[in-house]
C-alpha cells in the first residue's frame, strides 16, 4: 500500500519529466544531401558535442545502406562512419563521443553497428564522469559478420554516477580482447581477426530525461505526503537496502 502511494505522489508530483530529448546525434549524412555516401560529417545532426577515433583508428564515410543497412531514414544519402585499424594491444582503439548531459537524468546511449567479418567480435562500451577517466560498462559481443547491429544502454544514474548532469559526459566503444583470449577474435567465426577489418557506425544518438523542479506548493506538498509515508513505514518494519547491481554485460541481436 505503501509503495502505491509514494508512486501515485511522485507521479503526480513530477508529471510531465518522462519524456526524453535528444542530446546529441550523429547520422553522418552531408549537412547539404549531395547523394554520396562517401562523404559526410562528423557534426552532430542534432544538438552539440563532439567525435572522433582513438588509438590509431582510422577512419573514413561509407555507404550506411549495406546488408540491410542502418536505421538511417536517409535514402539516398545514407552516410555511416566507416572505421578500420582496430590492431593495437592490448586495448583497442575505437571512438570517442562526448555530449553534456548537464540538465538530464536517464542518459540512453544508442547506435547501429556493422562488424564486418574480419573485426573484432568483442565492442566494449565506457562512459566518464568526469571526461577523462573512462569506466567500463560492458561489452557487445557481434557474432556475425557483415551485419548490422542496433544497441541501446540506459545509464540509470543509481548505478551509473556522473552519467545525469554532467557537461564532461562522454562515451568510449572500442574494441576488446575477451577474458582468457591473448587475441581479438573476428566477428564471423570463421574468419581470423584483421587490422583490415572495420566497424561502421550510424545513428549514435545520446538521448535524457529533463530533470525538472516541480513548482514550490506542488514540491511542499510532496515532501510533506513523502515525510508522513515514511515515519509510517519505519514504525511498522524494517528499511530496505537496494544494493548496487553486479557488472553488466550486454549481447545484441541483429538490427
Known amino acids: 500500500m505503501i509503495k502505491q502511494v509514494l508512486a501515485a505522489m511522485a507521479i503526480s508530483a513530477f508529471a510531465g519529466s518522462s519524456y526524453a ?5 550523429w547520422t553522418f549524412n552531408s549537412p547539404t544531401p549531395d547523394a554520396n555516401t562517401s562523404t559526410g560529417s562528423l557534426i552532430p545532426s542534432i544538438g552539440a558535442g563532439t567525435l572522433g577515433p582513438f588509438n590509431g583508428v582510422t577512419n573514413t564515410f ?8 542502418s536505421s538511417d531514414p536517409g535514402t539516398t ?3 555511416s562512419l566507416f572505421t578500420t585499424n582496430y ?3 592490448p586495448f583497442g582503439g575505437g571512438i570517442i563521443f562526448r555530449a553534456s548531459t548537464a540538465g538530464y537524468t536517464n542518459i540512453t546511449i544508442s547506435y547501429d553497428i556493422h562488424h564486418s567479418p574480419t573485426s573484432s567480435r568483442y565492442e566494449a562500451v565506457r562512459y566518464s564522469p568526469d571526461g577523462i577517466n573512462m569506466l567500463r560498462i560492458g561489452a557487445w559481443i557481434g557474432d556475425s559478420g557483415d551485419t548490422w547491429f542496433h544497441r541501446e544502454i540506459n545509464l540509470d544514474p543509481f548505478f551509473w554516477s556522473g552519467s ?3 557537461s564532461s559526459f562522454a562515451i568510449m566503444i572500442h574494441a576488446e580482447i575477451p577474458s582468457g583470449s591473448q587475441s581479438f577474435l573476428a566477428s564471423d567465426p570463421a574468419s581470423t581477426f584483421s587490422s583490415t577489418g572495420s566497424w561502421a557506425f550510424d545513428m549514435i544518438t545520446i538521448s535524457g530525461t529533463p530533470t525538472l523542479v516541480p513548482e514550490g506548493g506542488t514540491f511542499a506538498m510532496f515532501t510533506a505526503g513523502l515525510a508522513a509515508c515514511i515515519g509510517t513505514v519505519l514504525r511498522r518494519k524494517r528499511l ?8 553488466r554485460s550486454y549481447s545484441g541481436g541483429a538490427a
Open 21 to 25: 530529448d535528444i542530446l546529441a546525434q
Open 62 to 69: 561509407s555507404d550506411g545502406r549495406i546488408n540491410g543497412g
Open 77 to 79: 544519402d545514407n552516410s
Open 87 to 89: 590492431a593495437s594491444w
Open 164 to 166: 545525469a548532469n554532467n
Open 240 to 247: 530496505g537496502l537496494r544494493s548496487r547491481t553486479p557488472f
